[in-house]
């Protein structure tokens, strides 16, 4: 112990120990042999103090309590690991980047960023991951499983973290905040991009005409401009669409559903566009308005048909006589 001296080497491993018990137990390990069985659940163990930090699963003794918070431990080495947050020690640093952590397994699934390797391999995909909860995580989308449920509403979720996002719906919690405004998100992501409207920065750019956008999926359906791909097709008939959102619109044509109703005279609308518009009856607003001469409008079509009158364009002409009008009404007029 004084001399640090250990004879005894294993074979197999090069650990070596100081005195020829700890070898013959050590030894345990390479050939398998585990006598130490638990009388609750029959798990078997190679060494006895490894039966005896199992057992305290069933027990719930966790003997180890930190002085700090009193939280308390099966294991030594879990307290010990634990009372680095106390203390902020990281011990374990990586020789890449000099980032430090607490714990050794942190350290090693850190430094396979920088390898490359990703040893947990789905046997589904061949996708491969760092870490084995990751592979865990992504199994699920194969399997179907989702184990994270809501209390509220019983719904399900393949990732914990996904669950508390979705239970801030119900709580109303929206713990990030932009520092800009104050307004409030459930999720960082949110945060995120709602801050590139104060920074202006629009990180994904279309590599066809150079158009940027705040959010990747902004740029995946601008790029079906390009690609022509319209992936979300009516069941009814077939018509197709480049975003979902405009499908479960059209779809209202033929289901006839009109969820947006107007509160003053119970008016429905199959889009909250048209709702909008609808609504400006109401409140006499008039947002659009002519720079020439100041009339205004309720929508943007309208001032762009007036607009015509102070151009001078007439696109609609009389097959009997070609006289041209600014508006369609106007040559309707004419012809009756």
């Not at 005896?52 to 294991?75: D, Y």
């Not at 998100?185 to 279309?206: A, E, N, S, W, Y």
């Amino acid at each position: 112990i004084h001399t640090g001296v250990k004879p005894f080497a294993c074979t197999e491993c090069g650990r070596s120990f100081t005195v020829k018990d700890a070898l013959r137990r050590h030894w345990r390990i390479h050939k398998g042999i585990k006598p130490f069985i638990c009388t609750k659940c029959n798990k078997s163990f190679s060494q006895k103090t490894s039966l005896t930090i199992h057992q305290r699963i069933h027990t719930g003794v966790k003997p180890f309590i930190c002085t700090e918070c009193n939280k308390s431990f099966r294991q030594k080495g879990d307290l010990t690991i634990h009372q680095r947050i106390h203390t902020g020690v990281k011990p374990f640093i990586c020789t890449e980047c000099n980032k430090s952590f607490r714990q050794k397994g942190d350290l090693t699934i850190h430094q396979r960023i920088h390898t490359g390797v990703k040893p947990f391999i789905c046997s589904e995909c061949n996708k491969s991951f760092r870490q084995k909860g990751d592979l865990t995580k992504h199994q699920r989308i194969h399997t179907g499983v989702k184990p994270f449920i809501c209390s509220e509403c019983n719904k399900s979720f393949n990732q914990k973290v996904n669950l508390t996002i979705h239970q801030r719906s119900h709580t109303g919690v929206k713990p990030f905040i932009c520092s800009e405004c104050n307004k409030s998100f459930r999720q960082k992501g949110d945060l995120t991009v709602h801050q590139r409207i104060h920074t202006g920065v629009k990180p994904f750019i279309c590599t066809e005409c150079n158009k940027s956008f705040r959010q990747k999926g902004d740029l995946t359906i601008h790029q079906r401009i390009h690609t022509g791909v319209k992936p979300f097709i009516c069941t009814e008939c077939n018509k197709s669409f480049r975003q979902k959102g405009d499908l479960t619109k059209h779809q209202r044509i033929h289901t006839g559903v009109k969820p947006f109703i107007c509160t003053e005279c119970n008016k429905s609308f199959n889009q909250k566009v048209n709702l909008t518009i609808h609504q400006r009856i109401h409140t006499g607003v008039k947002p659009f308005a002519c720079t020439e001469c100041g009339r205004s409008f309720t929508v943007k079509d309208a001032l762009r048909r007036h607009w015509r009158i102070h151009k001078g364009i007439k696109p609609f002409i009389c097959t009997k006589c070609n006289k041209s009008f600014s508006q369609k009404t106007s040559l309707t007029i004419h012809f009756e």
